[in-house]
């Protein structure tokens, strides 16, 4: 994308956004619980970061992945522990930046991220709220959803406060003060996060990208790959 076609509008990537206008260096962040074997209790979760600079048909080639942290066990991770160290490691980049050798000259590259990605499952406890099938589990307003038939349906057509930074702020406070859950929210999250809309494409593709690292030949995953989807603007 050119200088020319952000200042007429044109929206081709990324970086058409506002918010990756002053970015030096961007980094995108995702994790998600993969079963190694069909047979195994044992998931691992790998936070992956690729980088936004690169051009779309190559920014999610699996050998433009950086894995900085990975937690195996049989439960899901605690998402504090999983991502104190990660939000330290941002800072560092974001303010000291990295400092690389080009042979006797040295560079500073400062990385920012840009956004997080997660599927469904993922997204709930880093938020620390409801799942999607759980009462109030929309993260974008307080719909509580409706129970029929043994499951919960948000039901289109139905309007319901939007959820903003300052209300989620003040439901996660009154949820701790008092040891209950408000609007769906448990707490506090150990991130503050903006959901994309198409965080399932970007999920789907991190995932699918990392399951063919650790299984070259395609053995024992239980995601559909596909090679319809090249980049995301």
């Known amino acids: 994308m050119s200088a020319s076609d952000y200042r007429q509008g044109i929206w081709s990537d990324i970086h058409s956004g506002t918010g990756c206008k002053d970015v030096e260096h961007g980094i995108i962040f995702n994790t998600d619980g993969i079963s190694l074997y069909k047979s195994s209790r044992i998931t691992v979760w790998p936070i992956l970061i690729a980088f936004a600079d690169l051009p779309p048909r190559v920014r999610m080639n699996k050998d433009n ?6 937690w195996a066990g049989e439960t899901k991770p605690p ?10 490691f941002f800072t560092d ?3 000291k930046g990295l400092k690389i050798n080009f042979g006797e000259d040295q560079r500073v590259f400062i990385f920012k991220p840009l956004f997080g990605s997660f599927d469904l499952i993922a997204k709930a406890p880093i938020l620390n709220m409801h799942q999607f099938n759980g009462k109030n589990g929309c993260p974008y307003c307080t719909h509580p959803g409706e129970w029929t038939h043994g499951s919960r349906y948000y039901l289109p057509h139905v309007n319901y406060t939007s959820r903003n930074d300052d209300s989620v702020k003040l439901a996660a ?3 701790e003060e008092k040891n209950s859950i408000i609007d769906g929210i448990k707490g506090k999250s150990i991130l503050r996060l903006r959901v994309p809309h198409a965080h399932e494409l970007f999920m789907r593709l991190f995932t699918t990208k990392y399951l063919q690292f650790i ?10 790959t596909t090679n319809k989807l090249n980049s995301i603007g």
């Open 65 to 70: 992945f950086v894995t900085v942290a990975l």
């Open 79 to 88: 998402m504090k522990v999983l991502f104190e160290p990660l939000i330290s």
């Open 93 to 95: 980049l974001s303010c």
């Open 173 to 175: 406070t009154k949820a």
């Open 215 to 224: 299984h070259p030949q395609g053995a024992a995953t239980n995601v559909k």
